[in-house]
């Protein structure tokens, strides 16, 4: 057994999405969800398990997390059991891309994380086992296990063993792109999971939410099925603005966008009413507002949103593969 391995994850973008659990200790989604996980923002991982060590030890971005080491030891707890082993691990992990600032850190970090983890102690995991596990860490990691677009839908077993992501399409099999129009990089001040939770109990909307998610999810395989765009669009947004609806009328209120969010929201839907141009948003757990577009629109949709006032910077990323090893060598 190698004790040490690599991993690379990238985040995923939900366009149907999870927000609510129906078990909190199992951490099992409330509702289905689907995604496209992207290619060029990544999260490195080096988990290398030591029998010196007393305790996990975690660098995050070359320094120390005292905030994640929690989540990052109980994660190891359950890879530590399945694997019966009791050695701790020092863990080294490096984000290209801005964290908890609502760009699904926690997606790619749990899956490098689940993936890196199970290799060094000698657990050979198929995917959809991956994914499991990256779940019972973070519910959207569970979909950054695979690439181009896939869903995450309620198994049927108590336990949440077979509830875990799907692949729907290979990454090049519908070139899509996604501009991102970063409009703050702070740090969220509420995580996903205590707004989730508290969205739960407090929103008049929750129960809706909840109910009308899996018709969203059917609508937007259909669409996905055809590589119809507009169809995807339609549902996208009208899914994004229901949870954000939760989000707001949440007590206390979940206010996740700041004025250029909603700047660039009103940017894309005039690009593509007006100019016709083929892009759809979607807003997460931040501010920041993600255009999906087709790549012969994603040039001039990019310009468009980088001139929006409070647009701070644009990144841009193709569909991209799902979490793998990669060189044991690699500079974390
Ligand atoms: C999603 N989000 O489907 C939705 C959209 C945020 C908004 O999944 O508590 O960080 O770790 O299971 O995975 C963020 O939730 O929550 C999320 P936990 P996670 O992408």
């Known amino acids: 057994m190698l004790l040490s391995a690599v991993a690379q994850a990238q985040p995923n973008i939900a366009l149907i999405k999870y927000w609510g659990k129906r078990d909190a200790a199992l951490n099992l989604p409330a509702t289905d969800s689907l995604s496209l996980t992207l290619d060029s923002l990544w999260t490195r991982t080096r988990v290398r398990f030591e029998p010196g060590l007393t305790q996990d030890v975690l660098e995050f971005n070359g320094g120390a997390n005292a905030a994640m080491q929690p989540r990052v030891a109980a994660c190891l707890d359950w890879i530590r059991a399945l694997a019966g082993s009791t050695l701790r691990a020092r863990v080294q992990t490096r984000n290209n891309f801005p964290t908890a600032a609502g760009l699904a850190s926690s997606a790619s970090g749990f899956a490098a994380l689940v993936v890196a983890a199970t290799q060094a102690l000698g657990l050979a995991l198929n995917p959809a086992e991956l994914s ?10 569970a979909r950054s296990i695979f690439g181009g677009i896939c869903t995450l839908e ?13 692949a729907l399409l290979g990454a090049d099999a519908w070139p899509l792109e996604v501009v991102v129009a970063v409009t ?6 509420v995580s996903s999971g205590t707004g989730m939770q508290s969205g739960t109990r407090t929103s008049p909307y929750y129960a809706a939410w909840v109910d009308t998610a899996h018709g969203d999810l059917q609508r937007a395989k259909a669409a996905v099925a055809s590589r119809d765009f507009a169809a995807l669009a339609h549902v996208s947004e009208h899914n994004c603005l229901k949870m954000h609806a939760v989000m707001m009328t949440s007590e206390p209120a979940l206010i996740y966008w700041t004025g250029a969010t909603l700047a660039t929201l009103q ?12 892009v759809f948003f979607t807003v997460d757990a931040g501010p920041q507002v993600k255009a999906v577009c087709l790549p012969e629109d994603a040039d001039s949709v990019a310009s468009a949103l980088r001139a929006v006032p409070g647009v701070q910077t644009i990144l841009r990323s193709r569909l991209g593969a799902g979490a793998r090893c990669i060189a044991d060598s690699t500079e974390i």
């Open 132 to 141: 499991v596990w990256a779940r019972r860490c973070s519910g959207s990691a």
């Open 154 to 166: 309620n198994g049927r077993e108590a336990d949440g063993s077979d509830t875990c992501a799907r």
């Open 184 to 189: 703050s990089l702070e740090r969220k001040a």
């Open 267 to 278: 940017r894309v839907r005039a690009l593509r009413e007006r100019d016709g141009r083929h």
